[in-house]
């Protein structure tokens, strides 16, 4: 890659596609400037500090995880909170949704350590995907908010039983969820 073209955001999906493929434990300068076909100093130009870098990296992957989920997702709202539910976790069920799944269980694990980086790029992440919800729930929801509220907590919830081999009680959260 050429220097003189090398910006944010030429360097983002490189380093996307590495932290999708390894992870982001044990994230370091040099393995992610290597992927993206730089130096780590550049990297450090670009984005002052390992910190905002990891920060600018974690909202593009966001936003490319609710791109896939709309490019899945069915074009017309759901007809209930359930079925939006079920949608999306059967959606992130799928193959090419699992480096999106194991990176957010990454961001988990930092924020559990108090990792600030984590913390903020987790909450903006939250509240991202609670608006998605809202304009996923059915038009005439009685509370889209607190609908979306319910939802995420649902789906998070039965995403975690199934990473952990509990799949049949995911699926019964997902069930008890009101239409």
Known sequence: MNAIRMSRDTLLPALAAHVLQSGLGGLSLRPLAKSAGTSDRMLLYHFRSKEQLVTALLDYLAVQFTLALDSQFPAERS???RACAKAVFDITGQ???AP???VWWDIVA????GEAAYLDA???I???LLDWVVDHLPADDPDPSEGARAVLTIIEGAQMLRAVGRDALGQAGLSALEG
Request: proline share 0%.
């Open 79 to 81: 007809s209930s909170r």
């Open 95 to 97: 193959a090419d949704f």
């Open 100 to 102: 999106f799944l194991r």
């Open 110 to 113: 930092g924020c559990a350590k």
């Open 122 to 124: 987790a909450g903006k």
């Open 126 to 128: 939250v509240d991202q």
